[in-house]
């Protein structure tokens, strides 16, 4: 393994279009501070980058929503999530923003570099236009049916049931997620990165270069996009609210926010290099640097493709040596939703529990969806809290400290040495030290919890307030060991749990040296030392309090149906005139033959006899009916629906549906109705 003399850590930029949850905490910031703190501590040159993603037709939406502009909006969410992130302990070196004028030099310089070396194509294209706020959607903003796996709930980017990435064309029955509306589409010209050019390249560094190096889930979608053949991407997009396009003839075009926002490292960098009086350059230039991104899964493909192919196109620059990427933290169960509420912001929780910051830190840590999606639960968290933070870890040091002052007037007694406690020790700095330079978090957190475990078997097996009274000394070098426990222990947790770490060196009254190099040290609180007063480091969560969190996300979640319930009560109360029912040509047909499209889970493909012709109409039922049961069922089709391919079938008409408790059920008609006839 290469020893690197720096390192540049990125975490993915929040997007301030509203709050971030605990969710977006598991998945880049709590990771990337675990690993930038441990390096820190090893006094390596690490700087730790990170920022508010501001920029992009999404936020002017957000705006549009609260009524606000959208320099308003950014502000408002900027600072809460750099609040947030403050007090969480997540320690970024600079928190900078895609908003600021230096980051719209550095956009501009890769984008004027790239067009000028020929790197982008000039297309002629379609695409979603919403009429009702005059503006065209993001992918994002742009929801239908997937036409891979039949689902209903595809953005225009992918399609989040089954994975496969999108283009907002592909979808079925596109509607703009602003306002429910159906979108036009308007031709527009936008600028195209060739990425295809970069293929073979990415072939032999990617899927060749970092197979079995980079976690499994990272490495696997990173490849299955390029073994699926990489295409021209859009890299500009519609509107006044990103970074000008700056070339000429481009009025009303800005950069698209995915072209832009990862080159926000590199302008945080040079901001934070610029207030240090530093050179920015090494931290992105030198071979000798290593860089890292921390994501969630679903920003795999832009820190793992397009961003390297950027790197690679602009020349010069280091490419990322790992992106361990977590997967999805979910909710009692359920995957978090802002739109649902089915969330738990970390300003919520900040606000309900302000001093309990490092529990969250630990019931996180403890349960990283690193390989697999994870659950948080209030009880779970409310189960780590009290049966290990408190019972394990707190426990061990209340008691190390009340015998010292019951006995020993407040000063580490006797020393022994002791050559298994140092390789006890050593062995969980070996183990830890692995695990995080492997990524595995979790993992890192059991073995340095090991080490209290250890410090309270040594007191329940030795009992020295049994044996004080009778040999003082041995009790004391008991307790002796055990401070020197404490004090490795709150070296070593300090990644993981900062503050805790700190209050346990304020406690010891140490002066030496906070670093990974201590540790293993047997004499690190000398004897004589004067500690203070014993203390609970950790307290116990209620009943109360974990049901009142509980109650807290299930009446916010009540809330938010209610007001869907409303919306769709008033969009309920919407009249069609009978101009608009007149256009709908509803014929009775006969269904021939039916089968599975391959590929899909909810896509059959049907003939339909509809008098004077037979229709093929692909329809996202497999997942409810068998082929054999709707063979001769007697349907009402929508004829005049515009034809539309779907995994490459043409399909004229929609079958219409019944939606009973039970599920679907066909229209059928009554009585001898010839097929073709019309439905008035």
Known sequence: MKNFKRYTVTAALPYVNGPKHIGHLAGAYLPADIYVRYLRLQKRDVVFICGSDELGT??????????????????????????????????????????????????????????????????????????????FLADRYIQGTCPNCGSDKAFGDQCESCGKSLDPTDLIHPISVVTGNIPVKKETKNWYFKLGDYE???TEWLVEGKKGQWKTNTYGQAKSWIDGGLQARSMTRDGDWGVPVPIENADGKILYVWFDAPIGYISA???????????WEPYWKDANTKLVHFVGKDNIVFHCIIFPIMLKAAGGYILPEDVPANEFLNLEGQKMSTSRR????????????????????????????????????????????NSELVAIVGNMVNRVFVLTHKFYEGKVPNAAECSQLKEFILERKSKVSAAIENYSFREALVEAILLARHGNKILTEKEPWKVVKANPHEAGVVLYDCFQIIANFAILIEPFLPNTARVLWEKLNM???????????????????????????????????????????????????????????????????????????????????AERVEGTDKLMKLSVDLGSEVRTIVSG????????????????????????????IESKGMILFADNVEGLAFVSPLGDVPNGAGVK
């Open 58 to 135: 999404a936020i002017t939406m957000q705006a549009l929503k609260e009524k606000i502009s959208p320099r308003e909006l950014v502000d408002k969410y900027h600072a809460l999530s750099q609040d947030c992130f403050a007090k969480l302990g997540i320690s970024f070196d600079i928190y900078h923003r895609t908003t600021e004028k230096l980051h719209f030099d550095t956009a501009q310089e890769f984008f004027l570099d790239f067009y000028n070396k020929g790197l982008f194509e000039e297309k002629l294209t379609e695409q979603y236009y919403d009429e009702e706020t005059n503006s």
């Open 200 to 202: 073979p390249w990415l």
């Open 269 to 279: 960098t040079k901001q934070w290099a610029m207030d240090k009086g530093v050179s």
């Open 342 to 385: 089915w969330s738990l912001d970390m300003f919520e929780y900040l606000e309900a529990l302000p001093d309990k910051v490092d529990e969250l830190r630990y019931a996180l840590i403890s349960n990283l969806p690193e390989n697999k999606d994870a659950d948080f639960s209030w009880k779970d968290f409310q189960l780590k809290v």
């Open 511 to 593: 002066q030496c040296e906070f670093s990974w190099d201590r540790i293993g040290d047997l004499q690190m609180v000398p004897v004589g030392h004067i500690i203070q007063d014993s203390f609970y480091l950790f307290s116990k969560m209620e009943d109360d309090v974990i049901q009142k969190q509980i109650d807290y996300l299930y009446a916010k979640t009540h809330k938010e149906e209610i007001m869907e319930n409303q919306a769709t009560e008033k969009q309920e109360e919407k009249l069609i005139s009978f101009d608009d029912f007149s256009k709908m040509d509803i014929r009775i047909g006969t269904i021939l033959t």
């Open 621 to 648: 039922i497999a997942h409810v009916f068998n082929v054999d049961d709707v063979v001769n069922k007697r349907v009402q089709v929508l004829a005049n629906l515009a034809p539309r391919k779907i995994k490459g």
